[in-house]
């Protein structure tokens, strides 16, 4: 995990520089088992033992507390929201320190 920290801030881009878990790669997570990423934004070459994994830009929900997040996702968010899942992986951000919120969960989403 410090390898990506310290990979995170080569060239930032900006204040935000995060760490990212990726949930998968389908938007909706069905089985008890499932690949999870950690990464971040990168713009180098990939160091030995790691892989790239590129999400193109997509519209995204996003919702705080990413602990919490994921039960009002499918009991509160979406069935009053109008949208749906796309077909992106979700994405769990984790803020660098000192930001209000510790944690957010990305959804990618269209419209119904």
């Known amino acids: 995990m410090r ?7 080569v060239n930032p881009k900006c204040k935000l520089e995060s760490l ?5 790669k389908e ?14 934004r990168y ?3 990939v160091p030995d033992g790691m ?5 193109p830009p997509y519209t995204y929900a996003v919702l705080p507390d990413a602990v919490d997040a994921w039960k009002r996702l ?9 949208y749906e899942l796309a ?19 990305w959804v990618p989403i269209v419209e119904k």
């Open 3 to 9: 390898k990506l920290i310290d990979m995170a801030w």
């Open 20 to 24: 990212v878990g990726v949930c998968g």
């Open 27 to 40: 938007p909706a997570i069905m089985d008890d088992e499932f690949d999870y990423f950690m990464g971040v």
């Open 43 to 45: 713009d180098h070459e």
């Open 51 to 55: 892989e790239e994994l590129i999400i």
């Open 74 to 82: 499918y009991s509160e968010w979406l069935p009053a929201s109008g």
């Open 87 to 105: 077909d992106q992986p979700c994405i769990e951000h984790f803020l660098a320190p000192g930001n209000k919120i510790g944690h957010e969960l």
